[in-house]
């Protein structure tokens, strides 16, 4: 299935039915007076998030959804029927903004979560509702009411526990294939992720969702690269996983470099717990290892230091390591949840 995570689509509730003017005729009976019937309601529009849904591809080939009319009224004081609500399923993490962007209508953060975007028309009245001491016999009916219509803009951002984030090919979905049963495309060159993929990591009987984001590049907040649309995946996420290649010289660089580009995306990035983890570290002599990681440490100064470790996902060294800790974390974000 392809990654889909923004569709701008137009939605139209369903228009009420019209009212009837007609009038009572039996035979015997000499003065039937009116016996017009309502219209129906239009239907409604309504979008529910459902489970086990990671994209919007749905809604990429069709873009416009028409909820049911409303039936016209009868005679013989008849109701037109009311047209059916027209659901449209997306996944749980979309929010519906308006089709500037400026306006957020909805986020649906949690499974079958509903969200009314448009309301039908109602139905017109018929002459029934006419008939007066001075007009006994009364044509007058009126028409539905136009159901609502608006052009709105899907977003979908990713429930996740953790995300996986830095530069490419820093051996990202090379861990993500080692600590689930993803199995993402892995190569030795740059952006060989271009759409988040997801996968359930498991550690003593629970269960983390974790998600692999397209790596980052310097100006990426000004579009460089893949710029910087999927770190909205990152935002519902609850810890950081910040991979570092240790091949590399200079970690602090590399660090700064994508904390700034969190910074400038926004969405509260910076806040969130964060572990940074040096992979490839069986490039690395234990010389190397240690004076580059003492460098590493020294450029955060005063501030206070996120959690480090060393690993080597290809080689298979550091993970349960890496598992403990990030569960460790994990535990303490629930029970500051529930404590608060």
Do not use: C
């Amino acid at each position: 299935m392809k990654f889909l995570d923004k569709a701008k689509i137009y939605i139209k509730a369903g228009d009420g039915g019209n009212g009837a003017a007609s009038f009572r005729r039996e035979k015997y009976i000499e003065f039937g007076g009116p016996n017009g019937g309502d219209g129906g309601r239009g239907g409604d529009v309504v979008f529910r998030a459902v489970p086990n849904v990671n994209t919007l591809i749905d809604y990429r080939y069709k873009t416009k959804f028409v909820a049911q009319r409303g039936q016209n009224g009868m005679g013989k004081m008849r109701t037109g029927y009311s047209g059916e609500t027209l659901y449209l399923p997306v996944p749980t993490g979309t929010v519906i903004l308006s089709e500037n962007e400026e306006i957020e209508y909805a986020d649906l953060n949690e499974d079958y979560m509903e969200y009314r975007a448009a309301r039908g028309g109602n139905g017109g009245w018929g002459n029934l509702h006419f008939k007066s001491p001075t007009n006994r016999a009364p044509r007058q009916a009126n028409d539905g009411l136009p159901g609502e219509e608006r052009t709105v803009i899907l977003r979908l951002k990713l429930i996740a526990d953790i995300g996986l984030v830095g530069f490419p090919n820093a051996g990202k979905s090379t861990i993500l294939s080692v600590v689930t049963a993803a199995r993402p495309k892995i190569a030795n060159y740059a952006f060989t992720t271009l759409n988040p993929q997801l996968g359930v990591m498991y550690a003593h009987n629970r269960e983390f969702v974790m998600v692999d984001l397209p790596g980052l590049i310097e100006g990426a907040h000004m579009g460089v690269g893949l710029g910087d649309r999927f770190l909205g995946h990152a935002e519902r996420t609850k810890l950081i996983l910040h991979v570092i290649d240790g091949s590399e010289e200079d970690w602090a660089t590399r660090y700064k470099t994508i904390r700034h580009e969190m910074d400038s995306y926004g969405g509260g990035l910076l806040n969130k717990p964060e572990i940074v983890v040096i992979n490839k570290i069986d490039t690395l002599s234990d010389e190397e290892l240690k004076t580059r990681m003492d460098e590493f440490k020294k450029s955060f100064g005063r501030k206070k230091k996120p959690t480090i470790l060393t690993i080597s996902a290809a080689g298979h060294i550091g993970i349960e390591e890496m598992i403990s800790e990030i569960e460790k974390q994990m535990l303490k974000l629930e029970e500051d949840k529930e404590q608060k």
